[in-house]
């Protein structure tokens, strides 16, 4: 018995010291001999951040996912580049600390934004904003990125001439239990909704309904499911307001629409990023344009918002943010201040405390947080 003991407290002491919290950011480096993806170390003690390792040759990785086990990056590339996109994957090695270029394919449209993981790792989906369109991608067991499979694309606006003149997909993501992917179009104010059968060598297929209706004029961006999978939320950038959603079997039924500044305020909005506390208590959203904050929300049982306060991103326009899979801690990314924002949250308030701070990421748009064991 006490052997057993003993080497149940070795393999825990071994577990934790080799347990390690990995930081990824994505930028508009505009130049590919300048560093596009910063790898950093997030000390989870004190919130602090090390650089271990950075990419060059490649441009505008703007938007950055991993897959769900770590091993690969995939991200947007040469994003806001007229004519042109792509995707593109790396190989990240936690013990050499080093990020390795893989591949890259064609995004299937102008501008890609934003991409996102199937659960099994074989696929990935990206949403390019120029075209309003996406794309469906096969993933090898090696990290590479397989030519496009599917490629959808979309036309239609909505009421705004100067922002809405056509379809515009901010994001793709996942539902809970990964049969359904969603899509923000910001220019058509829509939810597109689609099925998603990974057994199927073109995996993506309109829903019925194909669509969930926005407000006029808002501009659905990010989207984002509450951990318990009852619940949606999408955040609309131009409107500047969360609607939060009952959710079954890919279908959104209205609950709210509560705005992410205070209602006396005026001006051209600027929303942009969505994250729920791995607990599920709490909302967090982004302000960009004159605000330059992060709104918190409490989350009610019915899954409705509560404001519950602003915390400045010590940065201007706070485009992504991401929370650790504790709960412990949520990044902010700054891109016209080139700079990140470490902040501690409280877990019974909701509310952040700035506790570290990372210069010098050139006009650095997106964050990922990963640990590994």
Same mark, same amino acid.
């Given at each position: 018995m006490k052997k057993l003991?003993?080497?149940?407290?070795?393999?825990?002491?071994?577990?934790?010291?080799?347990?390690?919290?990995?930081?990824?950011?994505?930028?508009? @480096?505009?130049?590919?001999?300048?560093?596009?993806?910063?790898?950093?170390?997030?000390?989870?003690?004190?919130?602090?951040? %090390?650089?271990?390792?950075?990419? %060059?040759?490649?441009? @505008?990785?703007?938007?950055?996912?991993?897959?769900?086990?770590?091993?690969?990056?995939?991200?947007?590339?040469?994003?806001?580049?007229?004519?042109?996109?792509?995707?593109?994957?790396?190989?990240?090695?936690?013990?050499? %600390?080093?990020?390795?270029?893989?591949?890259?394919?064609?995004?299937?449209?102008?501008?890609?934004?934003?991409?996102?993981?199937?659960?099994?790792?074989?696929?990935?989906? @990206?949403? @390019?904003?120029?075209?309003?369109?996406?794309?469906?991608?096969?993933?090898?067991?090696?990290?590479?990125?397989?030519?496009?499979a599917q490629n959808f694309q979309f036309s239609e606006g909505s009421v705004n001439p100067k922002r809405q003149d056509r379809s515009h997909i901010h994001s793709t993501v996942f539902s809970p239990n990964f049969n359904y992917v969603f899509m923000p179009d910001l220019g058509a104010d829509k939810i597109r909704i689609f099925k998603f059968d990974s057994d199927k060598k073109e995996p993506l297929s309109e829903a019925e309904p194909s669509f969930s209706a926005s407000v006029l004029g808002s501009g659905p961006r990010h989207f984002t499911f509450h951990p318990n999978g009852k619940y949606a939320y999408c955040i609309e950038e131009m409107g500047g307001a969360v609607s939060v959603y009952e959710y079954q079997n890919g279908q959104l039924k209205t609950l709210q629409r509560i705005f992410t500044h205070p209602e006396n305020q005026e001006g051209d909005f600027e929303s942009s990023d969505i994250h729920i506390s791995p607990d599920g208590k709490f909302l967090y959203a982004t302000n960009r344009g004159t605000e330059n904050n992060i709104a918190i929300f409490s989350i009610n049982e019915d899954g409705k918002l509560k404001n519950v306060g602003y915390q400045s991103t010590y940065g201007k326009h706070p485009r992504i943010l991401a929370i650790d899979e504790t709960g412990d801690f949520l990044i902010a990314t700054n891109v016209q201040t080139s700079n990140a924002t470490v902040f501690k949250r409280n877990k019974e308030t909701g509310l952040l405390q700035k506790v570290s701070k990372v210069k010098g990421l050139k006009n650095v748009s997106c964050v990922q947080i990963k640990t590994y064991y």
């Open positions: 003991s003993l080497l149940f407290s070795v393999l825990i002491a071994t577990t934790l010291f080799a347990q390690k919290t990995f930081v990824f950011f994505g930028s508009y @480096n505009w130049d590919k001999t300048k560093p596009g993806i910063y790898v950093y170390e997030l000390n989870t003690k004190t919130g602090k951040l %090390k650089k271990v390792t950075t990419t %060059k040759d490649i441009k @505008n990785p703007s938007y950055l996912t991993l897959s769900p086990d770590g091993k690969f990056v995939f991200a947007c590339t040469d994003t806001k580049t007229q004519y042109d996109g792509s995707v593109s994957s790396f190989e990240f090695n936690p013990e050499n %600390k080093s990020l390795s270029f893989i591949n890259l394919q064609k995004s299937g449209g102008e501008n890609p934004v934003y991409l996102t993981v199937h659960k099994n790792g074989k696929w990935l989906v @990206n949403t @390019n904003y120029t075209e309003g369109s996406a794309s469906v991608y096969p993933i090898s067991d090696a990290g590479v990125i397989g030519p496009y």
